[in-house]
């Protein structure tokens, strides 16, 4: 039996090697400048392990052409350099195809990466083969830093006289982060969603108030459930795709008891997962569509 001393010296490289490799999340909120002066909203997310770094951006978020793309790349504590580029979209509002879309790619000077509250820098736009697209500029807010700011703005609106009780339940803090984060779907959108799997697995539920929300769900046309409560509860189903692009279509057929239809839809593959929210009235739909790369 070995001795107590090198039982704790065991343990003691265990932690540290664990300690290691423990992930820690990074979240930015801001914009990109493109070369032509307009503004598309932006996020990052990113886990870093070591130098590495592996998550997502989101353009135009809550916007007609939101696009998730992955991201990968490295931050370099010595030299203070974060680098990271876009290389696969997870899903789109877009109509462009993927080979048509422009992808980040920023390196850039961002000083202690653990206690920074905001960065900038230009970054270059290329296309899935390489070839130059739209350059422009990152400007991004930590998380928590936009947390605080919308808490301020929260708290002289709440106190003010100026602004009516409804006004100032839409302005909670909870409300405003939550449109940040949420993918909606409304009335005639399609979400466009790749994948390289054969198979698919979508989850419906209802992740609020469960208000009696009835929807009919058809998979290329083809009804699959109809007038279905939607409960918490949730209703698993799974998806072969046969073909190039499988369609996924969700029509509101009432509202329950509090407008408007609000459906949770999660879409799962071996690699992503899409998470999703209807906000349709009695008799809008709308769509997914599951392009198959």
């Known amino acids: 039996m070995r001795n107590p ?18 992930a820690q999340e990074y979240e930015f909120f801001g914009v990109i400048k493109l070369n032509d002066t307009s503004f598309i909203s932006y996020k990052v997310l990113f886990d870093r392990v070591n130098d590495s770094i592996q998550g997502y951006s989101l353009t135009d978020f809550a916007g007609k052409h939101e696009t998730k793309s992955n991201i990968k790349g490295y931050y370099n504590e010595d030299e203070n350099l974060l680098s990271f580029e876009e290389y696969d979209i997870v899903y789109t509002k877009s109509p462009v195809v993927q080979k048509d879309f422009c992808f980040v790619n920023f390196e850039g000077k961002v000083r202690n990466l653990d ?10 736009g290329l ?10 500029m990152i400007i991004v807010n930590s998380g928590q830093e936009v947390k605080k700011r919308v808490e301020k703005i929260d708290k002289v609106v709440q106190r003010s006289r100026k602004f009516s009780d409804s006004i100032k ?26 994948t390289r799997d054969q198979k ?3 989850a419906i539920y209802d992740a609020g108030k469960e ?3 009835v929807i009919n769900l058809y998979v290329d046309d083809k009804p699959v459930l109809e007038n279905y409560t939607v409960l918490h509860e949730i209703k698993y189903l799974e998806f072969d795709l046969e073909n190039v692009e499988t369609k996924i279509r969700v029509e509101a057929v009432s509202e329950g008891t509090s407008s408007p239809n609000t459906v949770r839809l999660e879409v799962e593959d071996s690699r992503n997962f899409v998470r999703t929210i209807t906000n349709l009235k009695e008799g809008e739909h709308a769509q997914m ?5």
């Open 115 to 124: 206690r920074v509250k905001a960065f900038s820098g230009d970054f270059k």
């Open 127 to 136: 296309y899935a083969d390489g070839t130059s697209c739209l350059d422009g």
């Open 169 to 194: 339940k839409n302005i909670k803090v909870a409300k405003v982060l939550d449109t940040l984060t949420r993918n909606i779907i409304a009335k005639d959108e399609n979400l466009n969603i790749f």
């Open 200 to 202: 698919i697995k979508l």
């Open 289 to 293: 569509t599951l392009v198959k790369k």
């Open 211 to 213: 208000d009696g929300d």
């Open 5 to 22: 001393s090198f039982r704790l010296f065991l343990f003691l490289i265990c932690l540290t090697f664990t300690t290691a490799l423990q």
